[in-house]
């Protein structure tokens, strides 16, 4: 009976695995390992606890109702009425956070940790069992850690789509080796579960069943000799015995891809679709190279990032001339022949590489797409350079002279690395620091410069937002959204026309914009073209039937246009639309007023008190309609008393303390 291996044993070549000679790998116990991971996961990601709510954590955490309840989760997972099925995991994931922390920031920063942790874990294992070296597993592993590029998915809320679907990605590749190695047919069903998890949580995760493929292919290829072989024709010979073999595994995992391909692309995202890039299947090619290599570069020496890389943040290539473009070509040639020669000599090597451009198929503008890159796509493809960096890094370690220097240069590496980490997440800190950054990093980034304008609004620092609306038209003119953008940053400076001109100026570029027509009514009311101002919102109503604040603004302008009747019709349906808008109500009761319906006038404005307890001018309204009934004196008090008591310094302060004051002597005096 053999000698029982010790837990810091190397892991031993597996029959399953390709013939690889490891290097002599450091003695490191698992557990070891992974706390050392863990320690840097936390030292370079504890900064962002700090960190607020940006960008798209609004729309999808803080806005999201139905992340509210942990009884919405069926919902979320496209069963019942009006179900989710767009990255469902992701919500759920929110849902769960909701519970525990509400809409606190750092919880959901904490969460996007804590999965990035264990995805961390997971390249350790993979690569551990892959080959057998723990010290290999233990660098990969802190490069994923630690990388700066990871910044983009683990930093920011919105990008637990990478975190998550690389996680179960990464999970269900881990399960196949065991599988592999142990033969027990249980382990493809929880395969087959990571793979639709990694889907749902984010469509990269599409690539799981190419690379379980491959790396079958890859380890029946000959072992690796001095002698080359015909690597080629041994991976199409070795294709057909695998497929049919497994077919149990790979029928079920390419159907189910197909159809997970045919929902992204025709059910979920065509709006989304763009057209080819530069206008040309050549051009669209060569700026596909040239993001490809930016992303090497990225991953190389990742000192600038960004967080846009939209139109003119990232120039495409427009001339079939351009040299830059045709290097990024014989680039992407050289390392693809390297890759190829790789499979000679080193075949792990060669597997990172193929997981990078594997991974990276689904955005790199097969099917085109309205963003040409994103640092958070690499998150997944990172796994493959990082095994490729700690393999070349190992064979420096392995040499008899060179080894205290590598470990010093790599220990560098890491050190960087945390460190620009750390300051990254600092510009993650919030909206306005994101964008300020993301300009000074990218001044042509017409999305940065429109979504700095945004930030300005919401702190209503209206000339700072219109100059960066302004900035962002001079880069993309024909933007409706920030056409729009501008008109209500003119609308709040009472800069009607102007208002008017840049409302109008969208609906030139898009005329069916329910939310341009809306705006442009209410420039129009302001003004005092009621006549125009009803034509806007009776068009926002034809294309947009439930648009409830359209309603509510259309009952406004027949009141002052006398048009009482009207005015009811659609201030009450209005309310119909949405019961809870306290402005609808506040409206319906001004009309009840003006048609002497002093009753019906008052229940209306006690439903306005319903929704905003703390609306003074209701309780004024109220008060003068009180004076107006036989025997409501005492109430017109109260509610003057409550005008006092939310607001002390309201301009009509003293005329109120003085009917206060007047009618209860009269109270005393029993007049």
Not at 113 to 142: E, Q, S
Not at 150 to 173: E, H, K, N, P, W
Not at 220 to 237: G, I, Y
């Amino acid at each position: 009976m053999g000698k029982k291996p010790k837990p810091s044993d190397p892991i031993p070549a597996s029959p399953h695995r390709p013939d690889f000679v490891p290097a002599p790998a450091m003695i490191v116990r698992p557990m070891v390992a992974l706390m050392l991971l863990s320690a840097l996961v936390i030292l370079a990601y504890a900064n962002t606890l700090d960190n607020e709510f940006v960008f798209d954590d609004y729309d999808l955490v803080v806005k999201q109702k139905v992340i509210q309840s942990l009884d919405n989760i069926p919902r979320i997972m496209g069963i019942g009425e009006h179900p989710m099925r767009y990255r469902p995991i992701r919500f759920v994931s929110y849902a769960i956070d909701h519970h525990f922390f509400g809409l606190d920031p750092r919880g959901y920063h904490f969460s996007n940790v804590l999965y990035h942790l264990i995805t961390v874990g997971l390249v350790y294992l993979i690569v551990r069992r892959l080959l057998g070296n723990p010290r290999v597993a233990l660098m990969a592993a802190a490069l994923f850690a630690v990388h700066p590029i990871q910044t983009d998915a683990v930093t920011y809320i919105s990008g637990r789509r990478d975190v998550l679907s690389t996680l179960f990605y990464l999970l269900g590749f881990y399960l196949f080796l065991l599988y592999r190695d142990r033969n027990q047919r249980w382990y493809l069903g929880l395969v087959g579960m990571s793979f639709i998890l990694g889907f749902y949580s984010k469509e990269m995760a599409i690539t799981l069943p190419a690379m379980l493929l491959y790396y079958d292919i890859q380890r029946r290829l000959p072992p690796v000799t001095d002698q080359p072989v015909n690597l080629f024709r041994s991976m199409c010979s070795s294709f057909w015995p695998i497929v049919t073999t497994y077919w149990y595994l790979y029928a079920p995992l390419f159907v189910v891809a197909g159809i997970f391909f045919m929902e992204k692309v025709f059910v979920y995202n065509p709006s989304r679709m763009e057209g080819l890039f530069g206008g040309s299947p050549l051009l669209h090619f060569l700026t596909v190279c040239r993001i490809i290599v930016v992303y090497i570069k990225q991953l190389i020496f990742p000192v600038t990032l960004n967080a846009d890389y939209s139109y003119r943040a990232y120039p495409l290539t427009v001339s079939s001339t351009d040299p830059m473009a045709w290097f990024a070509v014989a680039m992407l040639a050289a390392i693809l022949f390297g890759l190829w020669n790789a499979l000679q000599t080193n075949r792990m090597v060669a597997f990172g590489g193929v997981w990078f451009f594997v991974t990276l198929l689904p955005v790199s503008q097969i099917i085109p797409h309205h963003e040409p890159m994103a640092e958070h796509y690499l998150y997944l493809p990172s796994f493959g350079f990082c095994l490729v960096a700690a393999l070349l890094a190992e064979r420096f370690l392995t040499s008899p002279t060179a080894w205290r220097s590598a470990i010093a240069g790599f220990g560098v590496i890491i050190v960087l690395f945390t460190t620009r980490t750390v300051v990254r997440n600092g510009d993650w800190q919030d909206d306005l620091t994101l964008w300020t950054k993301t300009i000074q990093t990218a001044p042509l980034s017409a999305r940065a410069h429109e979504n700095l304008g945004t930030v300005y609004m919401k702190r209503e620092q209206i000339d700072q937002a219109i100059v960066h609306y302004k900035h962002a038209l001079a880069i993309e003119f024909r933007d409706e959204d920030v056409h729009r953008h501008l008109g209500s940053a003119y609308l709040q400076k009472a800069m009607f026309d102007d208002s008017i001109f840049s409302y109008r100026e969208a609906l030139r570029i898009q005329p069916r914009q329910p939310e341009a027509l809306y705006q442009l009514g209410r420039a129009y009311g302001q003004k005092g073209f009621f006549d125009e101002a009803k034509e806007a919102f009776q068009n926002v109503i034809r294309y947009r039937p439930h648009h409830a604040k359209a309603h509510r603004e259309l009952g406004t302008v027949y009141f002052k246009l006398d048009d009482i009747e009207n005015a009811t019709v659609y201030t009450e349906k209005a309310l119909e639309l949405h019961p809870d808008d306290w402005k609808t109500q506040k409206n319906l009761a001004i009309i009840y007023r003006d048609r002497g319906e002093i009753q019906m006038a008052i229940e209306a404005y006690q439903a306005v008190l319903g929704l905003n307890p703390k609306y003074v001018e209701a309780h004024l309204n109220l008060a003068q309609l009180h004076f107006r009934t036989s025997d409501g004196r005492g109430e017109a008090l109260h509610h003057l008393r409550r005008v006092i008591a939310l607001h002390p310094d309201h301009p009509q302060a003293d005329l109120v303390r003085g009917m206060i004051d007047s009618f209860s002597s009269k109270e005393r005096d029993g007049s």
